[in-house]
């Protein structure tokens, strides 16, 4: 700590090189320069519950932190100097937002300039709207003192601003800034989440959004691709104090549950295939028959010769991929008002492909053949013609399944890294490369999201909790044909049980 707080001030570094040690004053001189500069990072351990420890960290606060007039100004997004200054303009950050069970929503700031009065009329500079704290709170504890007016450098709390939350800006007249918002750590493992109850479902909704609002390290999901709720946190305890929260504070039962995977299916060659739908039902009947020809799209692929392409379409699909959609359609065997049926038809039926239920990506169609009829043709007609036409040619295309792979990049001690490198490969995971980060190995992998199940849980027990992991979605790329006819056997029993 002595060397820490020497770095931070070319006149200790002199001292400490002289006399080998700094002495109290140039320590607390070191430590507060090392502060301001953001180059010193103080940890304290303490428990409120049996008030250890509190009474060291306040020393500390009053004898060696800068106060609120020494830090460096604030910067905005544009680049705008924030000077903690209570002459000049009201600026106020939000860092952080609870709710209370009979209170509502209570939001924190820190005034960075100027001053805030009770009634003051306040700009939000995120959401753009005007907000009014009616009461002006600073905390002492679990109490709330009462206060009119708070200055450059205070920190307080108000009630009930509904457009506010954690990294909002308030600004008073005479200003717009937007303070650059605190990062959060990004999510390391993820759970579904479901209601014990199916009547709380609605509800479960409700409270994951509160808690969100009151938790920015954790990230709440709604996958409609999934038909689940996922939460991202930090680990299990993270994940199990949420889970806590809901069942104690909200009274709602809830279960983790295995999260599904995002799969992504497509083909692996040609294929070609007709249907004709027909129906008839006393008066006006339905009828259309259509002709196509499947392949796998790639970039710069070359185009069809086996027809002529009289109109091509390309569909950036929602979920990846693309969709190349040729009309080859010649002699008016399908009017070409129909054609947008054809395609709403094949782009329903890429919504559910047939290996897992997943999405479909990366396709070329091209629509060369088809009948109508004078007066049972229609749109629903030629719609299920192209849905069912799409299904039979992909079946007969060898269809392939991808899945999602990651980006793992681990921090190890040296002595566990062998441990760690062995767990990755068992998990048909390809290593990238190592490297060296303060005095760590760091290993670089990519690895499906499939097999980074629980994958946190079992590297804390192999290095007792001394790595570190950051994940970051890398591609898709193809299943193993063993594991994909396991996931295809599994998806064809759950539809049979569903059924």
């Known amino acids: 700590m002595v060397e820490k707080a020497a770095e931070n001030d ?22 507060n320069a090392g502060m301001m500069n953001h180059q010193v990072f103080p940890v304290f351990c303490l428990s409120a ?106 920190l307080g709390c108000t009630l009930k601003l509904k457009n506010t939350s ?49 938790d920015p390290t954790l990230k709440v999901e709604y996958s409609r691709e999934l038909k689940q709720v996922l939460l991202h946190g930090q680990g299990e305890l993270h994940l199990a104090v949420t889970k806590w929260r809901i069942e104690n504070v909200y009274k ?31 008066g006006a009947g339905q009828f259309g028959e259509v002709y196509i020809k499947i392949e796998p799209y790639y970039e710069g692929m070359p185009e069809i010769t086996e027809f002529p392409v009289r109109d091509k379409e390309e569909h950036k699909l929602p979920w990846g991929g693309k969709l190349v959609f040729n009309n080859c359609i010649t002699g008016g065997a399908i009017d070409t008002r129909f054609l947008p049926s054809i395609l709403k038809g094949i782009m329903e039926k890429m919504q559910e492909g047939p290996l897992t239920g ?27 013609a192209g849905m069912m036409a799409f299904r039979e040619a992909f079946h007969n295309a060898q269809p392939q399944l991808l899945e999602p792979v990651y980006d793992v990049e681990v921090e190890t001690p040296d002595e566990m890294m062998g441990d760690v490198m062995s767990d990755l490969q068992s998990r048909r995971s390809l290593i990238m490369g190592m490297d060296s980060r303060d005095g760590k190995q760091v290993i670089k992998a990519r690895t499906p999201l499939l097999e980074l199940d629980g994958y946190s849980t079992t590297l804390k027990s192999i290095t ?36």
């Open 10 to 31: 070319e006149s200790l570094m002199e001292l400490y090189f002289e006399k080998g040690s700094l002495d109290e004053n140039e320590l607390r001189k070191g430590l």
């Open 358 to 384: 997943s999405f479909v990506r990366d396709i070329r169609v091209s629509v060369y053949d088809g009948k109508m009829h004078p007066v049972d043709s229609n749109d629903i007609s030629f719609k299920i």
């Open 252 to 282: 709602m039962p809830v279960e983790f549950i295995k999260p599904k995977i995002s799969f992504r299916e497509t083909i692996q060659k040609a294929a070609m295939a007709n249907y004709r739908h027909k129906k008839q039902s006393g």
């Open 49 to 154: 519950k049996r008030n250890m420890g509190s009474g060291r960290l306040m020393g500390f606060i009053d004898n060696v932190a800068p106060c609120a007039v020494e830090m460096p100004a604030e910067i905005t997004e544009d680049g705008t100097e924030v000077k903690c200054d209570p002459t000049g303009p009201s600026v106020l950050f939000v860092y952080k937002t609870l709710i209370e069970p009979h209170l509502g929503k209570l939001v924190f700031f820190k005034v960075l300039s100027g001053e805030v009065t009770t009634g003051m009329e306040l700009l939000n500079t995120k959401t753009n709207v005007s907000e009014r704290p009616t009461q002006l709170f600073i905390m002492d504890g679990k109490n709330r003192n009462t206060i009119d007016k708070l200055k450059a450098g205070d």
């Open 166 to 214: 954690t990294n909002h800006t308030l600004c008073g007249k005479g200003i717009q800034a937007s303070i650059d918002p605190i990062k959060f750590p990004e999510p390391k493992l993820r759970v579904a989440i479901v209601a014990k109850n199916k009547a709380d479902d609605e509800k479960l909704s409700e409270v994951l959004s509160e808690i969100n609002m009151q």
């Open 464 to 499: 007792q909790g001394k790595a570190k992991i950051k994940t970051s979605f890398a591609e898709y790329v193809p299943v193993p044909g063993d594991l994909q006819k396991k996931l295809h056997e599994e998806y064809k029993k759950t539809e049979t049980l569903q059924s």
